[in-house]
């Protein structure tokens, strides 16, 4: 059957640019997906989606003009039910006949089948294939209904009686078939054609009365000044960006944002992109300010030079391409003018009042109305910090004896100052004009102001940084009191989000509670940080005083979540479920987590390994039966030779094993021990630990629990069974 391609537009006034390309590919895509189920596509049958401003299109290759016929069996009803005993049709039978468009001479054709319980009747017919006509209607309505739509508006239809709900108001269909149109195709109160239009000022022709399916993007290329690939649009900017920065020289390069591409793909046709500049003095506002006023309100890109510093030429992406570009690049350089002007303004002003005169204007902004206000916030944020900070001090103090010295006590005190200092100013930047005007420049503001003020480095970069990580990928905090104050603060929110029942589920996370976590996750194991998540916790929850109601019941829930993200994040670093499972369950120091998955998955490559992960899970359901059973051997009471000859090996081994544990050679350890392979298969084969006598019995449970704590201090070797 000859097969001809297929073109459908639906042209609208214009799209929400955020959703444009995510529209453009679901509207092609539901098209396709659905003329396949009807059997009108051939296996060569191609997609290419198309996504304007103002259309949204399809060119589908090699479609069929009607689907082949289908074979049918229906199941109808038992042979005794559908006949009677002189083999007549029933009643029953003839009912069901008649509604599937048959009749009694039909009887004679009908097949059965024995289903295993009893002889069934089946009726076998042809069903006729979908017409094309028929078929792109009914895809055209799927791919419609199926528009993940950000917001529906409702419009009234043309007759002015009708209205119907889309996107946006749609005031042209273009369906063909070859050069055939598909005339009684009909979609949104509008009747297919071949009449498209093309750029509202530069199209050379309109309407264009499209040739051919295959003409599409050709035609309104040449005579609509449009180019309809979302796709081939997009890297046509991106390649004028690179162009026009190499043209301005000097090294300099256009801010690279994947998202701002995309929205400035969705707002022009056929894009030309200009050179612009603003005055110079601008550049003494962080530019941080300028970039996100121009990015984020104007739709430009900020030019970087070598250095990754912001200059004072931009770029815009215009929709029209005049011979004389001037007005063009004088008006956007207008227009930025005042945004830019207000930025510095915001600053200058805020310059004016230091971080620590803010502190009491914290009281007055709610955090949540049953946590607080953020000078609340601010008060618990700084006694989870120090508590962090001793914490840390503690665990150096035990690793590293040798610096408990007066220098040593001096350090640590300016670094409680300086972590105190962060954790009351952190939040102070929120009641300032210029991150009331762009909050996306929260603590990035701050850092600025605390320079200003003459604080340290340590403190300007901690305020800067303890937002951070911010999302996925994102880099972490540069310094350790930026470390401790980012935990802390990410810490108070999460205990006090799990205190009051404001728990994430589904896709709901309005608090950002899953970001939050994994942010702590990553702090402790990257920075290789030696504490004690549950006394974090417990210190989290005991700044908020007597608000949470059940701070130990939601002090759990907060840890097993945090846990369920560990095993989340390990598995994005690439190791198996039952690696990071093993891990997490020894409880290793989240410093130590790095090495000690590394030491399991070389551990699982030895041979011995399967075997004494078996002997581990039966270990661990033998010791859990038995209950609380001290790790203490009696030599006398070891009667059996296998068991002898296991606590002898042990008595070699394991010390060996624990002295490359101690000393951080977890893959030495785990290697070490198994040696252990063979006594433990022989003390499993030749002994009876649950003996009648209750010395034995205790004795060889004690004897497993000692071999049981000696093989999981590296991970829970159980999980890799």
């Not at 498209?196 to 000022?201: A, C, E, P």
């Not at 110079?280 to 510093?309: R, S």
């Not at 990035?444 to 605390?450: E, N, S, T």
């Not at 449970?701 to 093989?711: D, E, I, K, P, T």
């Amino acid at each position: 059957m000859t097969t001809q391609n297929l073109l459908v537009e639906l042209f609208v006034e214009e799209l929400p640019p955020k959703a444009l390309q995510k529209l453009g590919d679901a509207f092609a895509g539901v098209l396709l997906e659905q003329l396949k189920a009807q059997g009108l596509t051939s296996p060569g049958s191609r997609l290419t989606a198309f996504a304007s401003p103002r259309r949204l299109a399809a060119h589908i290759t090699d479609v069929l003009p009607q689907a082949a016929d289908k074979a049918l069996s229906q199941k109808l009803m038992p042979v005794t039910v559908g006949l009677n005993a002189e083999g007549a049709a029933t009643p029953a039978l003839l009912k069901k006949l008649a509604a599937l468009g048959a009749d009694e001479s039909a009887v004679a054709t009908l097949e059965r089948q024995n289903d295993g319980k009893a002889d069934i009747l089946f009726y076998n017919s042809t069903a006729k294939g979908a017409q094309l006509t028929e078929g792109v209607q009914k895809a055209l309505d799927e791919a419609i209904a199926k528009l993940p739509i950000p917001k529906v508006m409702r419009y009234q239809l043309q007759d002015g009686w009708g209205s119907v709900n889309f996107v946006r108001p749609a005031h042209g269909l273009v369906a063909l078939y070859g050069t055939q149109v598909l005339m009684s195709v009909e979609a949104l109160g509008l009747s297919a054609g071949n009449l498209t239009h093309g750029h509202r000022f530069e199209a050379s022709v309109d309407p264009i009365a499209i040739t051919s399916a295959d003409s599409y993007a050709q035609q309104l290329r040449e005579q609509g000044a449009v180019i309809a690939s979302f796709t081939e649009r997009r890297d046509d900017i991106a390649r004028q960006l690179k162009a026009a920065a190499e043209r301005v020289g000097g090294g300099v390069r256009a801010i690279e944002d994947e998202a701002l591409l995309d929205e400035v793909t969705a707002l022009v046709e056929r894009p030309n992109v200009l050179v612009c500049a603003f005055e110079k003095e601008f550049l003494d506002v962080p530019q941080e300010c300028l970039i996100l006023t121009m990015k984020a309100n104007q739709k430009y890109f900020p030019l970087l030079d070598a250095n990754g510093k912001l200059t004072h030429q931009f770029l815009v992406v215009s929709n029209i391409s005049p011979s004389d570009a001037s007005a063009v690049t004088g008006g956007n350089e207008r227009v930025v003018r005042p945004r830019l002007a207000d930025a510095k303004f915001f600053f200058d002003q805020d310059r004016k009042k230091t971080l620590l005169s803010r502190v009491d204007a914290l009281s007055k902004v709610v955090y949540h109305n049953k946590l607080g206000t953020q000078g609340d916030r601010m008060q618990r944020v700084r006694a989870i910090a120090k508590a962090i900070a001793l914490q840390l001090f503690e665990q150096i103090a035990k690793t590293h004896p040798e610096l408990n010295s007066t220098e040593g006590e001096i350090a640590e005190d300016y670094l409680l100052e300086c972590v105190d200092t962060s954790a009351m100013l952190a939040k102070t930047d929120l009641v300032t004009d210029m991150v009331g005007e762009f909050p996306e420049l929260q603590g990035i503001m701050g850092g600025y102001y605390a320079a200003n003020d003459g604080l340290s480095v340590q403190v300007a970069q901690a305020i800067e940084d303890h937002y951070k990580p911010r999302f996925a990928g994102d880099e972490l905090p540069r310094e350790n009191v930026g470390v401790i104050v980012a935990m802390a603060d990410k810490l108070e929110t999460l205990a006090g989000m799990f205190g009051i029942g404001n728990l994430p589920t589904g896709d709901r996370d309005p608090f950002a509670l899953r970001r939050h976590a994994l942010g702590v996750i990553r702090m402790l194991i990257e920075k290789e940080l030696p504490l004690d998540l549950a006394r974090l916790v417990r210190a989290a929850s005991q700044s908020f005083g007597g608000l949470l109601p059940e701070p130990e019941k939601s002090n759990e829930q907060l840890l097993d979540f945090i846990y369920e993200r560990l095993a989340g994040y390990l598995r994005e670093q690439g190791f198996s479920a039952q690696e990071a499972d093993a891990v997490i369950a020894a409880r290793v120091p989240w410093g130590e987590i790095p090495k000690a998955l590394q030491a399991v998955r070389a551990f699982a490559e030895l041979p011995e390994a399967p075997a004494l992960a078996a002997a581990n899970k039966r270990i661990g359901n033998i010791l859990k039966k038995a209950g609380d059973v001290d790790a203490h051997v009696n030599v006398e009471l070891l009667k059996e030779p296998a068991e002898q000859t296991l606590y002898a090996m042990m008595q070699k081994i394991v010390p060996e094993a624990d002295a490359q544990f101690a000393a951080g050679d977890y893959t030495g350890s785990l290697q070490t021990l198994a040696a252990l392979r063979a006594p433990v298969d022989a003390f499993f084969d030749d002994v009876m630990v649950n003996a009648e006598e209750d010395a034995l019995r205790l004795n060889r449970q004690g004897l497993l629990r000692s071999l049981h704590v000696a093989m999981n201090r590296v991970a829970d070797l159980s999980r890799l069974a």
